[in-house]
């Protein structure tokens, strides 16, 4: 069964440092490509973040681009988001996908999130 | 960046009742690269449609997808109690990926 289980949520101050990682199993993870997605309270979905399966290339939102950055471990099958510079509107629930191919291709599996809340 | 704007923000109608559901793209999106979820509160999305209009493994055929270019439709043909939620279309055939506002389906 596909699984992805996201950790390291919690609470972060403005300017600070927050790292969420996704554990992925049940599938070959280096060939999928994989996103974070988060939803703010009372908003819609944003995506944040891709990886192509391969590692090489990474894609960013305008909103996070330069203080986020993505990153995979193949060899753990982990997915990663370290997140600098916070700011008061990165507070989110923190969503982990996976991609149906390794490139370009939609969501088909989700993790259940985690809540980064960024407040002084 | 490709901005898609959903319509209605919100849709009131009865378990029985026929739904649709609009996806408008401010430029064409690559190869019909459009899929629909669904969400729920506490719950992880749900893919439903991708390619525009190919069902997700499983999905009750009430859903269905169409639409090509800058215009697409989710339809629900007869609700069922458990469809009420919201529902978002994204496209992936571009970077950065985007999503649309969202839809909220309720109950009337």
């Known amino acids: 069964e596909v699984q992805l289980l996201e950790s390291g949520g919690g609470l972060g101050q403005p300017g600070g440092s927050l790292r969420l990682s996704c554990a992925a199993s049940?599938?070959?993870?280096?060939?999928?490509?994989m996103s974070w997605v988060r939803q703010a309270p009372g908003k819609g979905l944003e995506w944040v973040s891709g990886?192509?399966?391969?590692?090489?290339?990474?894609y960013y939102a305008d909103s996070v681009k330069g203080r986020f950055t993505i990153s995979r471990d193949n060899s753990k099958n982990t997915l990663n988001l370290q997140m600098k510079s916070l700011r008061v509107e990165d507070t989110a629930v923190y969503y982990c996908?996976?991609?149906?191919?390794?490139?370009?291709?939609?969501?088909?599996?989700w993790g259940l999130g985690t809540l980064v809340t960024v407040s002084s | 960046e490709i901005v898609l704007a959903q319509s209605p923000d919100t849709l009131s109608l009865s378990p029985g009742e026929r739904a649709t559901l609009s996806c408008r793209a401010s430029?064409?999106?690559?190869?019909?690269?459009l899929a629909w979820y669904q969400h729920k509160p506490g719950q992880s999305p749900r893919l439903l449609i991708y390619?525009?209009?190919t069902r997700a493994t499983g999905l009750p055929d009430r859903f269905s997808g169409s639409g090509s270019g800058t215009d697409f439709t989710l339809t629900i043909s007869r609700l069922e109690p458990e469809d009420f939620a919201v529902y978002y279309c994204?496209?992936?055939?571009?970077?950065?990926?985007?999503f649309g506002q969202g839809t909220n389906l309720e109950i009337k």
């Open positions: 996908a996976k991609e149906r191919f390794g490139e370009f291709s939609w969501f088909d599996t």
């Open positions: 049940g599938f070959t993870f280096n060939n999928f490509a």
């Open positions: 990886i192509f399966g391969s590692g090489g290339r990474t």
């Open positions: 430029q064409s999106v690559t190869s019909r690269h």
């Open positions: 390619g525009a209009s």
């Open positions: 994204q496209q992936y055939g571009a970077s950065p990926y985007t």
